[in-house]
């Protein structure tokens, strides 16, 4: 697996980062589950309960009750709830704005990033390769946690979640936004991602893909995965006959 991550690095121009995961551990233990709780409880303050599932009722991740409530909008179900589309587009703002809140005051007090992950950042960086964060947290959640840890500078371009949550991954829009920001092609970058969005986001985008430290249930969809980045650190020696580099310090522990 990690003689496969090196060789997909090797010849890469640019690393698509998803933020949560292969970045930063934005909520860590089940730490996600009181910011969920906040929007459920909007969710039923606006009486409309019935309109999330029994996971998403219960469910940790937050951006499932966002999803929910913006699928909710096309649902037969409104005209037998007496919901107006207007006021579930309200409540869809409403909870997208509590869950940047949320997402903003984790990325305040998350761990720092690893000390590999962050000698691993700053080596691709430096070496030419350019970088940009796709995540589905809003991207000034990203930007304030790396300005927090001094890697702001390693990327040219955070793009996350938008105003419309269908565009979300697994869809490519975001992959698509940060290669036309950086005048890329897909086959010019490789994404590190940890979720099942993240491996289908890429191949739909036609991006080569590296699993970060997932779940082996979750894992079944990437071909490559590594548990961190202190293997892939003399990558960039590898560089020389595709493009600018030298290599990357020494390993740094893992976390």
């Not at 179900?77 to 997402?103: F, I, M, N, P």
């Not at 975001?174 to 005048?183: I, N, S, T």
């Not at 991006?207 to 249930?217: H, L």
Request: include cysteine; charge should be negative.
């Amino acid at each position: 697996m990690v003689a496969a991550a090196r060789a997909l690095l090797a010849g890469a121009r640019c690393v698509l980062f998803d933020f949560d995961g292969p970045l930063c551990r934005l909520f860590p233990g089940d730490s996600s589950r009181q910011v969920a709780d906040a929007l459920r409880a909007i969710v039923l303050a606006a009486e409309v309960p019935e309109l999330l599932s029994e996971d998403e009722r219960d469910s940790k991740d937050p951006h499932l009750v966002l999803r929910a409530m913006h699928r909710a909008r096309w649902g037969a179900e409104l005209d037998a709830l007496g919901v107006k589309d207007g006021d579930l587009q309200d409540l869809v703002v409403r909870l997208e704005r509590r869950l940047t809140e949320g997402e903003m005051a984790a990325a305040s007090t998350a761990p720092p990033p690893p000390a590999d992950t962050q000698e691993f950042v700053r080596g691709l960086a430096g070496r030419g390769v350019r970088l940009a964060v796709v995540t589905n947290n809003a991207p000034q959640v990203a930007d304030r946690y790396l300005r927090l840890h001094g890697l702001r500078e390693c990327f040219a371009f955070i793009h996350g979640r938008t105003t419309d949550p269908d565009l979300m991954k697994p869809h490519p829009d975001v992959l698509r936004r940060a290669l036309r920001d950086l005048c890329l092609s897909p086959k010019d970058a490789v994404m590190f991602g940890d979720t099942d969005a993240d491996v289908v986001a890429a191949r739909r985008m036609g991006v080569r893909f590296i699993g970060y430290d997932m779940d082996p249930s979750r894992s079944a969809g990437a071909e490559v995965v590594v548990e961190a980045y202190a293997p892939l650190l003399g990558v960039m020696g590898e560089r020389d006959a595709h493009g600018p580099g030298t290599r990357v310090g020494s390993e740094a522990a893992r976390r």
